[in-house]
């Protein structure tokens, strides 16, 4: 089978005079936005103006706001906004000419996705710890128990199991959790890659229920993580990850056919280290 890697279907407004009379404050939260949103800000005049002062740096922290500007807070997110499945779902809806189906299989439910369920062969990579907590926008950001979370990515070759030649006969890097009492769901993976064309990313589909998560049909959304650029400088320095290095100097979140309307609800917090392993922490809103 041909191996498929392919990116996704791939100036400021004449009122910084505005922005700048509002002094420091209004100078801090536009320098940490990115140019794609500055632009959004500056169109809406004095509008996007007292939004910007009004909301300061929480509209930018990470894991707040949303993919089209609107904010949030770390806790109490905006709703995070739809995204592509991309070409290698393997939901059971039909993508690269296939329809490949994961989420029927034995053992696909599970937190620790390194290991082919099919194969046992196990992907290398610098660790990872994913943890989601789904809330609820629409009720004080509550906590949604009892939903279903599909997550998956790339190797650290950038290929994608079941559907890369290299890869074809495994599906490892893909699992199903149910999120706890708290709203939280967590995975054990490895860092994936960034390949030619688009930003290092992790993809994830919610279900209402576990018994749900058989089919693309039952979802009721589709997003992505985008992962801090200090996080892929550090893990792609490693062995392993030699590719990545060239492919992230030509990309950018604004230029992302994904990311390049903003990521603010949609980059997780990080820690850890490249010999510990990193975590990555995001609170994912839905308007339930």
């Known amino acids: 089978m041909t191996r498929i890697i392919t990116p996704y279907p791939a100036d400021d407004h004449d009122h910084h005079d505005d922005v700048n009379n509002l002094g420091l404050q209004a100078d801090s939260a536009m320098l940490a936005r990115s140019a794609v949103d500055r632009r959004r800000v500056l169109s809406l005049g004095l509008l996007g103006i007292g939004l910007l002062v009004g909301c300061g740096a929480s509209a930018t922290t990470p894991g707040t706001g949303s993919g089209g500007g609107t904010t949030g807070t770390a806790d109490c997110p905006a709703a995070i906004p739809s995204e592509t499945a991309g070409p290698y779902p393997a939901d059971g809806s039909v993508a690269s000419g296939q ?44 906590a949604l128990s009892g939903y279903a979370v599909y997550l998956w990515h790339c190797t650290q070759s950038g290929e994608y199991s079941m559907y890369s030649s290299a890869v074809v006969g495994e599906d490892y ?59 892929c400088d550090a893990v792609y320095a490693t062995s392993g990850y ?37 975590t990555a922490n995001l609170t994912v809103g839905l308007a339930r």
């Open 242 to 278: 030699s590719a990545s290095v060239s492919n992230l100097s030509r990309v950018s979140l604004a230029t992302d056919n994904v990311f390049g309307d903003g990521v603010g609800t949609q980059t997780p917090t990080m820690s850890g280290s490249v010999s510990a392993g990193y």
């Open 173 to 231: 890097l893909r699992g199903v959790q149910e999120s706890g009492a708290d709203g939280t769901v967590t995975f054990q993976t490895i860092f994936p890659a960034c390949y030619s064309g688009r930003w290092p990313h992790i993809h994830f589909e919610i279900y209402p229920t576990l018994a749900s998560a058989t089919s693309a049909p039952g979802k009721i959304q589709t997003s992505q993580l985008a992962l801090p650029r200090a996080t």
């Open 99 to 142: 329809s490949l189906n994961v989420l029927t299989r034995s053992g696909i439910v599970r937190s620790d996705l390194r290991t082919s369920l099919s194969t046992g062969h196990t992907a290398a990579g610098v660790p990872l710890t994913v943890i989601l907590k789904l809330v609820n926008t629409n009720s004080s950001c509550a």
